[in-house]
């Protein structure tokens, strides 16, 4: 998933994203562990997405506190 695409997304599907990112990474170390993974690569794609998620999700609580300090 983009960056882009990303800061389009509402916080309630950020929440979401980031939840359903989590949950796959799960799944993905489990079956890495059982040897029934077939893209590794596939692990370091989601631990990206969750980051860039994570990222977007900070810059938008320091935007609003800044927001708030202002007033």
């Known amino acids: 998933m983009k960056y882009k695409d ?3 997304l509402s916080d309630e599907e ?5 939840e359903d ?3 796959e990474l799960f799944n ?3 079956q890495m562990a059982t040897s029934q993974l ?5 692990v ?3 631990k990206r997405d969750i980051a ?10 320091i935007a609003a506190d800044n927001a708030a300090a202002q007033n």
């Not at 077939?38 to 596939?42: C, E, H, I, P, S």
């Open 6 to 8: 990303i800061r389009e």
């Open 14 to 18: 950020l929440a979401q994203k980031l």
């Open 21 to 23: 990112g989590r949950a």
């Open 28 to 30: 993905l170390r489990f």
């Open 38 to 42: 077939d893209n590794t690569a596939r």
């Open 44 to 46: 370091s794609q989601v």
């Open 52 to 61: 860039r998620i994570q990222t977007e999700m900070r810059a938008r609580q």
